[in-house]
T-cell receptor, first 114, second 109 residues
């Protein structure tokens, strides 16, 4: 399956712990995006990355959240010192090009903060 | 501000009862409009991309159309397996994809 892969699918953390979410883009795609989805709300853009570069992180909280897409390996969304308000579904998407190009989504990681 | 608004928020139909979902947008210079289907607990599944007013695309019981102000997702003779949330999205002026909140479609057998 050459689709977008995310793991883990479910992640439970206690307040103050760190959460690491991983995303492998679709084969041949070099553009990765992270979104957050809260119940009854739409998908909200967080960050856009290419290999070894953060292109646009305007949707990501400035504190506790970081993202990377190393030369080798998956993209990582890292949330430090999680709080209950971080509980949400986090989706990764990838595209072949930036801009008005179709994005394909992974199955998501559901983060629950106790 | 670039916005995407979908209506209705929720729609219940009987199996076989055709209807349409609406997506209106305020982005100027539209460079594409995307429709996705999302099932509970899953990621959005790509359905269609439309690029210009007058364009139409079809897939099984779904047909997407586009005007200068809005898009419609027409569903013909739906089946229970068409029940899902349907999301509409457009690229904003700074190339971020903006999603509507979706229409929750429930098809009753």
């Amino acid at each position: 399956n050459a689709g977008v892969m995310q793991n883990p699918r479910h992640l439970v953390r206690r307040r103050g712990q760190e959460a690491r979410l991983r995303c492998s883009p679709m084969k041949g795609h070099s553009h990765v995006y992270w979104y957050r989805q809260l119940p009854e709300e739409g998908l909200k853009f967080m960050v856009y990355l290419q290999k070894e570069n953060i292109i646009d992180e305007s949707g990501m909280p400035k504190e506790r959240f970081s993202a990377e897409f190393p030369k080798e390996g998956p993209s990582i969304l890292r949330i430090q010192q999680v709080v209950r308000g971080d509980s949400a579904a986090y989706f990764c998407a990838s595209s072949a090009r930036w801009g008005a190009d179709t994005q394909y989504f992974g199955p998501g990681t559901r983060l629950t903060v106790l | 501000e670039d916005q995407v608004t979908q209506s209705p928020e929720a729609l219940r139909l009987q199996e076989g009862e055709s209807s349409s979902l609406n997506c209106s947008y305020t982005v100027s210079g539209l460079r594409g409009l995307f429709w996705y289907r999302q099932d509970p607990g899953k990621g959005p599944e790509f359905l269609f991309t439309l690029y210009s007013a007058g364009e139409e695309k079809e897939k099984e019981r779904l047909k997407a159309t586009l005007t200068k102000k809005e898009s419609f997702l027409h569903i013909t003779a739906p089946k229970p397996e068409d029940s899902a949330t349907y999301l509409c999205a457009v690229p904003s002026r700074d190339d971020k994809i903006i999603f509507g909140k979706g229409t929750r479609l429930h098809i009753l057998p």
